[in-house]
Every structure is written in structure tokens, then in C-alpha cells.
């Protein structure tokens, strides 16, 4: 009996240890190709009072994910052009949990880059908790691609204090 017993002790253990590492969002880095088109670098408030959280990052919330208002839009500083490399070989170095939908669309202080063609990627976090917003917007505001969220929020913080005259 004592032999059973620890049997399934052991084996609960491990459907536990699998049920709980198993169901972890993939890591996901930027590659510079990527992010080769950008042709500057904002950081910008967006008010966003309206920004939905999600009760868990999972299923897919693609349907769910808001288009961007350019008119909630205040530029607080931009990057100059010579340190935009610099920035994005930081971005390339932070792991995000791809695909991790915490909130419907961005809110707060952001980053914002900007591709030639107009289209745009934005970089949140929300200083409450580490989740955030990370994802590609085209030019007239629709959602391109949601990325996840960065996998700890000092990678955002790094991003804009060592980056931007602003710090947070």
C-alpha cells in the first residue's frame, strides 16, 4: 500500500510539473530584419482608458485586439536617428512570450517604431504588472500582428530609461 502511495505521489508530481511548464507561451526574440525597415523611433503616451485585460492569454484573442487611434496620441520624445541601431540591437536581446494576449491594445507610455511604408510596431508595458502590448499596426491603424508581451517589464523600463531623455 505504502509503495502505491508513493507511486502515485510521484506520479502526480510529474502531470503536475508537465500541466504547469507545458502550457508556457514560446520565447520570441526580434531578429535586426525584422526591425531593419524602422525609420524612427517615438516614445508616446497613448490614453487608452478603454484598454480591455484579458482574463488569460489563452485561447487566441486575435478578434478581440483594437485597431490604433492615432488621435490618442501625445509624442513625448523621438529618438535620434543615430541611435536607433543601438536601440534595436537592445530590443533584439529581450525575450517576449509570443503570443501572450494580456491586453486588447496598448495603453500608457509606449514605443512606438515606425517603418517607411507607414506601418508601425508598438512596445508597452504596464507598470502594474509586467504584461504588456507588443505588436505591428499598418498605417491606418489596424491590427498587423500581435507579438505578446515582453517576458519581465525591466526590459521595457531598460529600453526607455538607457534610450530616452525621459525616464520611468
Known sequence: MKKISKLLAILILICSLFIFTACDPSPFYFEHEYLADTVSIELIRYDNPEQKHFLSWVPDHTADLKSFDQSKVTVLETLHENKIPDFIDTLCEYDILYKYYAFDTPNGICIKLNDSNGDFLIVSCNEN????????????GEVADFIGCFSALKYFETL??????MKI
Do not use: R
Not at 132 to 139: D, H, N
Open 160 to 165: 526607455v530609461n538607457d534610450h530616452f531623455q
Open 129 to 140: 504588472s509586467f504584461a504588456g502590448y507588443i505588436g505591428k499596426f499598418y498605417s491606418n
